[in-house]
């Protein structure tokens, strides 16, 4: 009787112990450190912190993810061909992206996205509007150094569509070379040049969606169990509020 009675309670204490702690059970101090790899340039904001360093929204969103986790992690800012090559070497291991074809190969990826951003093309009202990548041929286009935009980048780059592009070294001097006509279009993504307009409004000009990116947790092949633990990263960030600045 006394030993039914000690198994019992102690039956009752482990299955207590795992409701409390259900996210401790498969991360210890064996578990590998966490580098959450993103890129030196936003696609979400141009304000920076006190130190000049541009402010990522979806590092507090990474700090909550991985502290519900119980996992150790860093992040570092890398150029965006760096990055890439980090998370295909397994220097990084941790990212949060599109879901980039160069990267099906060495990393998965979640099932849904945990945010997006939009590509627009911004124009005067005196040029032609813009509805797809085809009515950019012929046309004077501006882009933003350190962006490679993708399929459009390509599209862009591609001589074949006679495309004259304007290198702008930020989002600031890209809107000042739209508004004194230095070319017709400019491409910028949502956050970052709605900041710009609110700061410097430029009378006449407009906007439209070239595409919607979806972004998604990353993780690397190589990491230790890596599909449980992408499961139980992506059941956490359904839970988490993020923070991402809009129009």
Known sequence: MTSRVYNNTLYGMTLISLLIFPAISWADDSTPEIEYAYPNQS???????????????????????????????????????RLFSNLKNGISNFAILVRANSLKECCIFSQAPVTRTELRVYRLNNAAPIQSMDDLKGKRVITILGYSYGTLGRFIRNKENKIERFNAPNHQSAFAMLAHKRAEYLLDYTGPSAEVLADNPIEGVQDHILSQLDVYLVLNKNYPDVQRVMDRLETIARDIPLDIPRR
């Open 43 to 81: 696609v979400w904001t141009i304000r920076t912190d006190d130190k000049g360093i541009l402010k990522n929204p979806l590092l507090d969103f990474a700090a909550t993810l991985f502290s519900q986790a119980n996992m150790k992690w860093h992040s570092a800012p890398y150029p965006a061909k």
